[in-house]
């Protein structure tokens, strides 16, 4: 990270980030071109590892991206104001963000499938027990981002 003075290493602050954002951006690399998605998210922070489940159709082009190569770059990022002060004509955007690599898997455990619904759900607001129809549940897919690498920065 370039700007030293700006990096975040408090978990707190990072979790604070991550509670605030309502999507993440994942970016796909197949064959030398770049592909990217942004999805809403939820997660779970067990102390030693990050997971960001997301919910998606059972086929589409990022699934055929992540089955060529589920090693992604992820982005999340909140907290944004304009920061523009005319008697110097200076302008700038204040942010938090965050940013990671890691590996990108079809949750294929049915009950680990609806905790990462449950997470995504509890993420967005709801938090009385999600029920799933089996219809939907068959229609949905799951999919878990094991974090491997994170930083983040704030320019406030």
Same mark, same amino acid.
């Given at each position: 990270?370039?700007?030293?003075?700006?990096?975040?290493? @408090?978990?707190?602050? $990072? *979790?604070?980030?991550?509670?605030?954002?309502?999507? /993440?951006?994942?970016?796909?690399?197949?064959?030398?071109?770049?592909?990217?998605?942004?999805?809403?998210?939820?997660?779970?922070?067990?102390?030693?590892?990050?997971?960001?489940?997301?919910?998606?159709a059972k086929e589409g082009?990022?699934?055929?991206?992540?089955?060529?190569?589920?090693?992604?770059?992820?982005?999340? @990022?909140?907290?944004? $104001? *304009?920061?523009?002060?005319?008697?110097?004509?200076? /302008?700038?955007?204040?942010?938090?963000?965050?940013?990671?690599?890691?590996?990108l898997e079809e949750v294929?455990?049915?009950?680990?499938?609806?905790?990462?619904?449950?997470?995504?759900?509890?993420?967005h607001g709801h938090n009385?027990?999600?029920?799933?129809?089996?219809?939907?549940?068959?229609?949905?897919?799951?999919?878990?981002?094991?974090?491997?690498?994170?930083?983040?920065?704030?320019?406030?």
């Open positions: 990270m370039r700007r030293k003075d700006r990096k975040i290493t @408090d978990k707190h602050e $990072m *979790l604070d980030i991550l509670n605030k954002a309502d999507a /993440c951006r994942i970016a796909f690399a197949v064959n030398n071109t770049p592909y990217i998605v942004c999805m809403n998210f939820g997660y779970e922070w067990d102390g030693k590892r990050l997971k960001l489940y997301f919910h998606c082009k990022k699934l055929d991206l992540m089955r060529r190569n589920n090693y992604v770059c992820f982005q999340i @990022d909140t907290d944004h $104001m *304009l920061e523009y002060i005319p008697e110097i004509v200076y /302008c700038t955007m204040q942010y938090k963000s965050i940013v990671g690599m890691g590996y294929t455990d049915d009950a680990e499938r609806v905790k990462g619904l449950d997470l995504l759900m509890q993420h009385a027990p999600a029920q799933y129809p089996e219809a939907s549940l068959k229609q949905t897919m799951a999919l878990c981002l094991k974090v491997s690498e994170i930083s983040a920065k704030k320019k406030a």
